[in-house]
């Protein structure tokens, strides 16, 4: 194990075996990125990761098209399809005018006019993946959380209320917006030439207390979809990570039979999801990205308490691999700097 490098190390952990230390991750809004920047005075990103020897980069792509317009009524148009205006002129019109309605029918989905994923920009992804691919696990995708962009295009009421109303109709909606997503993917993966370690998708499907839908109506509306996407992860030689904050506890083995490798975040606060009880129930199927407390430990906890909580990880996953050090969310500004040098400090003493 020893002298691993960072790419070697995170496939280890993705595959239950022993590594040299815990394979580690790093996320954080770009206010505290700049800040410790500055406090470690290591200059750039780039160094900051490796002060903090961080195993992982991420490739980037944007998926988004342009809205157009403005037309004659002052509307611009998304890649969806929604209709808005930028500022209310105050003639008592809605400023957002989604593309489907009540009296919309699955007919009225197929034939709207979806987005081009032939449009998107490739050309940049392997040159991202290759600068790190030989040292580093590299991950990404298009980020494709059609749950939220569905229910934006349509509004959350009425996606809920389709679910019962308007299944049909719901459901191939999404299709629709997965048809873009999966094509952009599979067009993602085939840019990076087999220089991307881990897909890397999003959608939230947890909140504190529990899913968003019930798990029977996620299994309806949510698995099929979601699985187009790991599959063609898998098409390309890719370990799939999938981001779901909240408490998920319940749709954990459907992720598992589908092909989930690794799951993100680990929201620890959330029911049901302390790594303890996730690492009895699914650690022998399941890597884990994340669990270091951003909602308690760091933000409120001292250095010592922070350091405890990474240890009890380190000690409880050591043996068995399948864990990648992270904060259970990004960090944010209200964690104090030294708590978060704690993290990294405490895996690998690099101060």
Known sequence: MSGMTSRERVLAAIAHKPTDRAPADYGAHQDVTDRLIAYLGVGDYEGLLRAFNVDMRRVHMNYYQPATGPDPDGYMRDMWGMRHRPADPGDGRPNHIPPFNEDSTVDDVHNHEWPDPAKLDYSGIRAQAEQYH??????????????????????????????????????????????????ATRRFFEAADGLVDIAYFGNDFGTQRGLFISPASWEQFMRKPLKRFFDVSHDFGCKVMKHSCGAVR??????????????????????????????????????????????????????????AEVRSYLELMRPRGGYILCGSQEFIEDIPLANIVAIYDENCRIT
């Not at 696990?137 to 959350?156: K, M, N, T, Y």
């Not at 929201?267 to 884990?288: E, H, K, S, T």
Request: with cysteine; net charge negative.
């Open 250 to 307: 319940d749709i954990i083995p459907m992720f598992i039979e589908d092909g989930v490798d690794i799951l993100d975040p680990v929201q620890v606060r959330a029911a049901g999801m302390d790594l303890p009880g996730l690492v009895r129930d699914f650690g022998d199927r399941l890597c884990f990205h994340g669990a270091v407390d951003t909602q308690r430990t760091l933000p409120f906890g001292t250095v010592a308490d922070v350091r």
């Open 134 to 183: 030989e040292e580093y696990a590299v991950f990404g995708a298009p980020w494709s959380p059609f749950f939220h962009e569905a229910a934006g295009l349509i509004g959350q009421e009425s996606f809920l209320l389709w679910m019962h109303t308007k299944p049909d109709v719901l459901k191939a909606l999404i299709d629709c917006m997965t048809d873009y997503e999966v094509e």
